[in-house]
C-alpha cells in the first residue's frame, strides 16, 4: 500500500511538472540543416561579443549635506572627495575594420575609461563615440585588426515565437550564452522618458548583459539587450532588447553627425479613446489628439489643427500619445513622414519634414539667473502642459536649488505653462520662481530667487 502511494504521488508530481514552464526547446534546424546544438551558430557569432569593463570617478555624498554630516560624525574632508567606481556590461562589433561597437548608454556613458576584453581574452582600451540616453545607445571604438563582426538583422522582420540566443557578460562572469524566443514585441512603457520599442525575451539576461547580443537563428544581430524587469535584480524570463531598427539608426546618426539628431513634429498631444473621441464627434477608436501646436513647426507646415487626431504615421497605426511619441522621436531630423489624422470625422493624409528638436531648447541662465546650467526643451511625456528639463549640469545653481534631467514644469507662480514661450513670458523679470514640478509619479515645489 505504501508503494502505491509514493508511485501515485510520483506520477501527480511528474504531471504537474510537465504542466511548469519551460525554456524554450530548440529549433528542429538552422539554415535548413537539422541540429541537434546550438554550437555551431555560438561558435559563429559569440567572437563578435565583447566583455566591457568601465571606470568612472563619483562624487562621494553624504546624507543631510556634506558639511553638516562630517561635522556630527567627525568624519576627515578627504572623505568626502570623490571616489573611483568601477563596472561591467557587455558590447557587439558591428563594424570589424573601423572597430565599432554597440552597446548601451547606461554602460559606457558616463565612463572615465574603457576596457574591452574579447573572447580569446585579448584586452583593449575603447573609447566613446557618441550616446544616447533617450533610446539607451551608444557606440564605442577600439583600434585593432583581426576583429570579428556580426552582421546586423532586419529586426522588423522578427515574430512573436522566433527563437534567438543572448550572449553577454553575467555578473562580469565573461561570455555567456543564454537561449529563448522572442515573448512579444513594440514593448514600451519601461522607463516614463525613454523612446521604447522593445523586444521582449525570455532568454536569460542578467546584470551584465546589457549591451550584448540578442541573435536570431541565422546568426544576425536583431536587439542590443538592454534592461530586465525582476524584484530581486536577476532573471525571471523578462528581458528587454532594442530592436536593431532603432540601434541602427541611433548609430549611423552618431557616426553620420557626432550626435543624435531627433525628428521634432512641434505639438503637444494626450491620448484620445472612443469615449472621448465621441464627444468631439468622430467615430474612431483611439489616437493623439493635439491640444497645442508650436509656431512654425512641422505640424504647422503640414497643415494640422489642435483638435486634429493623428491616427497613423507612415502608415502605421497611433493609439495614443505615448506612440505618436515614440514613432517621432525614433526618426531623425529631415525625415519626410506622411500624417494620417481626422477632423470633423473625415480623415486626412498629409506629410511634412521634422525639425529638429535641438532648434527648440532654451538654456536657464536666459530665463532666470537661477536656473543656470539648466536646459529646457518642449515636453515629451505623454502630457499636454509643461516643459521638460533636458539636462541639468552639476554643481549648477540649477542643481543646487534641486531640478533635475527630466522634470516636468507645469506652472510658474501658479500660471500653467505649456510651452517654451510660455515659460519665458511668465519667467521674464521675476526675482522669485515657484515651479510646479512633475517628477515621476511625484510632485512638487521648488523655489528659485
Known sequence: MITKTRMTVASVLLALLSLAPTQAALPQS???????????????????????????????????????????????????????????????????????????HHVVGDADTIRISLMDGTILDAKLVGSDPATDIAVIKVEATGLTEMAIGDSTNARVGDFVIAIGNPFGLGHTVT??????????????????????????????????????????????????????????????????????????????????????????????????????????????????????????NAGLQVGDIIVAVNSKKVDGAAELRNRIGLLRSGDEISIQYVRDNETYLTSTELGRAQDQKVLGEEIHPGLSGSVFAPASATSDEGVEIDEVQDGSPAAQRGLRAGDLITHVNREPVRSLQDLREIAGNKRILFLNVRRGDRSLMLQIR
Do not use: C, H, W
Open 30 to 104: 538552422v539554415r535548413d540543416k537539422p541540429v541537434t546544438s546550438l554550437a555551431p551558430l555560438v561558435e559563429e557569432v559569440a567572437p563578435a561579443v565583447v566583455n566591457i569593463r568601465v571606470s568612472q570617478t563619483v562624487a562621494r555624498r553624504y546624507p543631510f549635506g556634506d558639511d553638516a554630516f562630517r561635522r556630527f560624525f567627525s568624519l576627515p574632508d578627504s572623505r568626502s572627495g570623490p571616489r573611483e567606481v568601477a563596472s561591467a556590461g557587455s558590447g557587439v562589433i558591428v563594424d570589424a575594420e573601423r572597430g565599432y561597437i554597440l552597446t548601451n
Open 179 to 300: 537561449s529563448g524566443i522572442i515573448s512579444a514585441l513594440g514593448r514600451t512603457g519601461i522607463s516614463r522618458d525613454a523612446y521604447e520599442d522593445f523586444i521582449q525575451t525570455d532568454a536569460s539576461i542578467n546584470p551584465g548583459n546589457s549591451g550584448g547580443a540578442l541573435v536570431n537563428m541565422n546568426g544576425e544581430l536583431i536587439g542590443i539587450n538592454s534592461a530586465i524587469i525582476s524584484r530581486s535584480g536577476g532573471n525571471v524570463g523578462i528581458g528587454f532588447a532594442v530592436p536593431t531598427e532603432i540601434a541602427s539608426s541611433i548609430m549611423r546618426q552618431i557616426l553620420d553627425f557626432g550626435e543624435v539628431r531627433r525628428g521634432l513634429l512641434g505639438v503637444n498631444i494626450t491620448t484620445i479613446d472612443a469615449e472621448a473621441a465621441e464627444a468631439l464627434g468622430n467615430d474612431i477608436d483611439s489616437g493623439a489628439l493635439i491640444t497645442l501646436i508650436q509656431a512654425e513647426s512641422a505640424a504647422e
